[in-house]
């Protein structure tokens, strides 16, 4: 059993930045890849970020390619997801999850555990 608290949302201009953050309760954390989705109202569930066990490896949505940056601190079991230029269209309720076996990361169904979410809301 994982347990991941998701913090950092809130209410921004277009244009500001905000960092969230996602603790995990869990000694193996560093085994587990880590992903970043978002979900609004009335849509499904997109892929945003993932990153490697180690953090070599990371992967984005292209809506957020070059704007959003994953980074994890194995020795904190924290996850972090930059995200610098906001736009509206980023505004979502945003999750962290893990994923044990490294499968397919940014598929939101290959992932074992999930955050509660954190609300970013972007304003024009």
Not at 11 to 36: I, K, N
Not at 85 to 90: F, R, T
Not at 96 to 122: E, F, K
């Amino acid at each position: 059993q994982v347990q991941l608290v998701e913090s950092g949302g809130g209410l921004v201009q277009a244009g500001d930045s905000l960092r969230l953050s996602c603790a995990a309760s869990a000694l193996t954390f560093s085994g587990y890849a880590m992903g970043w989705f978002r979900q609004t109202p009335g849509k499904e569930r997109e892929f945003v970020a993932a990153i490697s066990w180690s953090g070599a490896r990371t992967y984005y949505a292209d809506s957020v390619k070059g704007r959003f940056t994953i980074s994890r601190d194995n020795a904190k079991n924290t996850v972090y997801l930059q995200m610098n230029s906001l736009k509206p269209e980023d505004t979502a309720n945003y999750y962290c999850a893990a994923n044990r076996r490294h499968i397919d990361l940014t598929s939101g169904a290959r992932y074992d555990y999930w955050g509660q979410g954190t609300q970013v809301t972007v304003s024009s």
